[in-house]
Structures are given as C-alpha cells and as structure tokens.
C-alpha cells in the first residue's frame, strides 16, 4: 500500500493515488503564516504514514501547479557511456520524438579515477561551492545548457526545452532537476563510472542553491542535499522574505525574482504579483519533500538580500517535519557570519564532514547541527508564522 503511494510520487501522477484525498481548488487561499505542513489543503490532519505520502504528493503536486512547474514522467529511453579517458558521462534522453544529449564530467578524488572506485558523489549545479570533500567525487552537471538563466529572455532556452517545447510550464530549476534524474538514470545503468549510486549527494551555491534543492526535493534518490546560501526561490520563505522587505531590509522577494529571471513557471507570476498568500505552500514545505532524507543548508549572515532571517524560519519550521518523522538530526543547517558570498568559511567544514560522513561514508555521526549567529527569534509553534503544533509522530496505519 505504501509503496504503491511512493511509486506515485516519484512518477507524480495522480491517477493511481486512490487512497489520496483529491487537491480541492481553493481560489480564495489567503494565509498570511506559513501553512501547516501537517494538514492537508482540505483541513484534514495528517495522522498516518501514509497521510504523510499523500501530503508530501499533494505538496510537490502544488508546487508544480503554481510555482515550479511540471516535471515531466520518466522518458522514453535514456541511454549512456562512460569514457575513463576524459571522465566524461555522455547521456542521451529520447522522448516527444526528440533526442537531447549533455556531457556531465566528473572530478575524482585526489589521485583516484573510476577504475579505483566506487565513490559516493555530489553532484554540483554549476559545480559545487564547497569545498571537494576527501574521498567524493564531483559530477559537473552544466545546468545553463540544460535551461538558460540569463534574464527574462531566457525563458523556454536550453536542451530540456527543445524537447518538451518553449512553452513547457517548467521553469529553469524544474528542467535541472529533470535533467539531475536523468544522470541518476545514466550513473544506474552504466558500468563503470566509478560512482556508487546509493550514495549521490547534490550542490550548489546562491541561484545553484536554489536548484539544488529543487533536485532534491524531486529526485528521491539523492540521499543528501546542500543548498549553499540560496536566499530567496531557495530555503527563504516567501512570506517571509516579503515581511523583512516592508520593515525595510532590501530582502528579495517573489515580485522581485519573477522579473529578474526564468527559474520559476510563469504560472507563478499571478502570485508574485499579487500576494504570496495566496500560494497554498511555501518553501519550508519545499524542504519538506526532502524529508527523511539528508539535508544540510548552509548559509551567510552578510548578505540582507539573501534574506537569512526567512531562511531561519523556513529551517525552523521544516526541521519539525523530519522530528515528527522520528529522523531530525537527518536535517540540519548552519548560518554562519558574514563572509564573500559562495565563499565556504572553514569556520562550516566540521558540521559539513559531519553530514557528509552520515550520508556518503554511512558512518554514525553526531548531525544534531542546527546552528545561526544570527539573533532570530522564530520558533514553532510561532503566534506570527507558525500557528500551529506538530504531531509528536505518526502512527503506522489507519485501521
Ligand atoms: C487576505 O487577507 C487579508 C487579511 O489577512 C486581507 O486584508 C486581504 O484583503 C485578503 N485578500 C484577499 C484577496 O482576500
Ligand atoms: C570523451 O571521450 C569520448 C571517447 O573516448 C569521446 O567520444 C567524447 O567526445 C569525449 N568527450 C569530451 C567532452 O571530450
Ligand atoms: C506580472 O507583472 C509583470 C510586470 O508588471 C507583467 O509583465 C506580467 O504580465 C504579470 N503577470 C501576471 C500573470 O500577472
Ligand atoms: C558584513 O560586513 C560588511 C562589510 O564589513 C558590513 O557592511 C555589513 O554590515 C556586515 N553585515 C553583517 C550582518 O554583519
Ligand atoms: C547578535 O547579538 C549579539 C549580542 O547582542 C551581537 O553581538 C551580534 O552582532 C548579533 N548578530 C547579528 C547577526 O545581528
């Protein structure tokens, strides 16, 4: 029963979830606080297990609908080779009558190759902004060939939209993580690469944080994601970044980032805007689909347009999730002091290697790191942004 659940979610179809309350179409939505991630759109409360499958579904449908995009059902074929001579993955994606390719290399560690293998990986969104940890592979994924993100005239640019159409709903980020499947694809079915499948972690930095949290958040077998200060559109709230920008911090904010470039649907305009009330989720929910699995965000206090602040709240209140799923120290984050953006302090390595260590060397470590300099009072429950109380756990089953 359950996995016939997850089976759909990683296909995100709806058809099959018969047991899954139907998403009603609330037009009137208008929440000022941060949704309840543990009550469905309808009211219901999530109980069970399986209420939770069907939430996390009915949240990444919703954030298909009216922010990212859709994702599109696995392809027709998806074919590679590995050349141990340029350490290149070259992936060939058939579907709609079309074939795309991209050539994602990867960067072994220190004195290894793929014959000394298998690695656990991270793969980085436009490379990665951490440092390369020992022992880890790094697999390049040129996400701007894939879906451009230039400005506004990048709309509909790129690989991905060659093959579903200039008119897809996805925006930038959707198609990178469509295209982060695709080499989970290719790393699962060719020999050779010197990469351990079981052990694939994602990465990337400010607009590249930002996708990689959506290719975590939508590829179910990543087992760690690390978006590096990813500010707004990434683990910042859309309320609450629009919040700190009324009390006068030049925060980015929804309306903002819909004029500034294509990493969101243009379905999204109408609540950009309008009132970022209006949407039935935000990006705390987001982080939510990761859930049980690794994540580790790291961000910067030096940048008020990063919005650390909305970032807090939205790890605050997502890091009640993987407690009440009984797995909290699977997700964590940092907020250090001001330094150059995308710059890694050395002052992150040890609560990094703390994560890395858990998910990529499966070695027990301390990940209890939920960590600011910042001086942010929000909390959960919060009056202002989070009315509501989580359930202690979930119980196994419905009678
Ligand atoms: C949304 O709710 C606020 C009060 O919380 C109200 O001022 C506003 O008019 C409402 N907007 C819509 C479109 O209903
Ligand atoms: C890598 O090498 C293979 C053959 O060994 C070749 O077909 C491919 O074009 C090369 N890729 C790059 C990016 O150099
Ligand atoms: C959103 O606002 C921008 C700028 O005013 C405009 O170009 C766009 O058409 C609007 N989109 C929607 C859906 O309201
Ligand atoms: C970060 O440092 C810059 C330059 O020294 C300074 O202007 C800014 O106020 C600092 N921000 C914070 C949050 O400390
Ligand atoms: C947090 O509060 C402490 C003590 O008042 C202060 O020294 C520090 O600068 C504050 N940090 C930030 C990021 O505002």
Request: glycine share 10%.
């Amino acid at each position: 029963m359950l996995s016939s659940i997850v089976v759909a979610f990683l296909g995100f179809s709806r058809l099959v979830l018969a047991e899954c309350p139907a998403i009603p179409n609330l037009n009137s939505y208008n929440v000022t606080s941060l949704p309840n991630p543990f009550a469905f759109l309808s009211g219901a409360h999530v109980v069970t297990t399986e209420d939770w499958a069907c939430r996390q579904d009915e949240v990444g449908t919703l954030l298909q609908r009216d922010e990212l995009g859709l994702m599109p059902g696995d392809p027709k074929s998806v074919t590679a080779s590995f050349s141990a001579s340029n350490n290149t993955l070259t992936i060939t994606v058939v579907d709609q009558g079309t074939s795309i390719t991209f050539a994602p290399t990867i960067t072994f560690p220190t004195g290894g190759s793929s014959a000394s293998g298998p690695y656990p990986a991270i793969i980085g969104i436009g490379g990665i902004s951490i440092p390369q940890p020992s022992g880890v592979a790094v697999i390049n994924f040129n996400n701007d060939e894939i879906a451009q993100q230039n400005d506004q005239t990048s709309r509909g640019q790129g690989l991905f939209f060659e093959m579903f159409g200039a008119d897809a709903t996805a925006g930038a980020m959707m198609a990178w993580a469509w295209a982060v499947r695709r080499i989970m694809d290719a790393l699962d079915k060719t020999p050779g690469t010197g990469i351990d499948i079981t052990r694939v972690a994602v990465s990337g930095c400010s607009r590249n944080g930002k996708g990689a949290l959506v290719a975590g958040a939508f590829e179910p077998r990543i087992v760690l994601t690390i978006p590096q200060e990813s500010g707004s559109g990434g683990t910042d709230t859309w309320r609450i970044s629009d919040w700190l920008l009324a009390g006068g911090l030049d925060t980015q904010t929804a309306s903002e980032i819909v004029q500034e470039n294509v990493w969101f649907s243009p379905l999204f305009d109408q609540f950009a805007n309008t009132s970022v009330n209006r949407l039935p989720f935000d990006h705390h929910q987001l982080l939510g689909l990761v859930a049980p699995r690794g994540l580790f965000a790291i961000d910067n206090l030096g940048y008020d347009w990063l919005g650390p602040e909305s970032s807090y709240g939205a790890l605050v209140a997502a890091r009640t999730i993987w407690k009440t799923l009984g797995e909290e120290t699977n997700m964590g984050f940092s907020q250090s002091a001001n330094h150059t953006h995308c710059v890694f302090p050395s002052t992150q390595q040890a609560e990094l290697d703390a994560f890395v260590d858990k998910f990529l060397f499966n070695k027990p470590t301390n990940t209890d790191i939920a960590n600011t300099a910042g001086n942010y009072t929000i909390a959960v429950p919060d009056a202002m942004w989070a009315p509501w109380v989580p359930p202690l756990s979930l119980v196994k089953k419905r009678d």
